[in-house]
DNA sequence: ATTAAAGATACATTAATAATACGACTTATA
DNA sequence: TATAAGTCGTATTATTAATGTATCTTTAAT
């Protein structure tokens, strides 16, 4: 039972992205270096987070990313449902079960994953980072540099 | 994002169990021609539950084993809880981010997660079944029956 | 036009872990 | 004392996440 890193890689990427206050497009090479994290993996991510429209991409030279929402209208319980999948967390059928017909196990398994949801849609992008993000800009300000040194 | 069948099958066992109004104890064979599983698995699930003390076990010739509660007494965010294993749903900590001591998602994530047990906290085994448990009972008698045969 | 930078996409491989199987041991009782 | 039943450790298999490789398309600078 956990979030997957594909997951956790999308909200560091739109967590960092939030960090940027300037107007400059973010490319993946960025992220990898630092997160330090494969580009391979990153490309596929942030491929779909342009998909969810969360981000806009530009191919080309001098292309990237930034947000297309400011970090307080992206939703966590949006994010996280979209990468990881939005599948109920028990699978009361294609290992069929005999006693599904009179059980309410997936029900109540179904309802209390909206309700883990439910508490994360009261919480934004904006809601990750500690105080006003300062702290976290300075971070990944520091991090890139010695990263490209 | 999935529940284990490991701890499906806990809850199934217990269901079982809740659905016998009998003193009779029962044995892995019977979970076994009922649910259709690998006695190995359910082996180590009815282990599990044993040392949970929520069934009691007696080996030997005419042993098996009974629920040591009556199944509104189980709740069931405390069996999921505990056959799934109660790790954080996010690993901040062992693929070290570079943003974790600016960051809030690992908290957020863990009061989600409590936000779902804390649901499935106000119900129990009993809960499971729909009416009074007559119907799962038949359900389980025929499928008894029928493997025997 | 050409070239280089950047994301898009498909496919292959590796690693992690859940699921299952096997086998030996212990306990209890008919 | 034979046998049924749970206990427990280890090995194997299957599934899926994670990662890697390669190629294509788009775009802008030169």
Redesign the interface.
């Known amino acids: 039972?956990?979030?997957?890193?594909y997951t956790?890689y999308g909200?560091?990427i739109l967590?960092?992205l939030a960090s940027r206050n300037d107007n400059k497009l973010t490319t993946i090479r960025e992220i990898c270096d630092?997160?330090?994290l494969s580009a391979n993996h990153v490309n596929k991510v942030v491929h779909h987070l342009g998909q969810l429209e969360l981000i806009t991409t530009k191919r080309g030279k001098n292309g990237g990313f930034s947000l297309s929402k400011t970090p307080s209208e992206i939703h966590?319980d949006y994010v996280i449902r979209q990468l990881?999948?939005d599948?109920p967390?028990?699978?009361?059928y294609s290992?069929y079960?005999?006693?599904v017909?009179?059980?309410?196990?997936r029900g109540?398994?179904l309802?209390?994953?909206e309700?883990?949801?439910?508490?994360?849609h009261d919480?934004t992008v904006a809601?990750?980072?500690?105080?006003s993000g300062a702290?976290?800009a300075t971070?990944?300000r520091q991090?890139l540099a010695s990263a490209e040194a």
Chains 1, 2 share one sequence.
């Open positions: 039972m956990q979030l997957k890193k956790d909200l560091r967590m960092y630092v997160f330090d966590l990881e999948g599948e967390w028990i699978d009361c290992s079960c005999v006693a017909p009179a059980c309410k196990l109540l398994i309802r209390g994953k309700e883990f949801y439910q508490y994360l919480y809601d990750l980072m500690t105080g702290e976290l971070i990944f991090r």
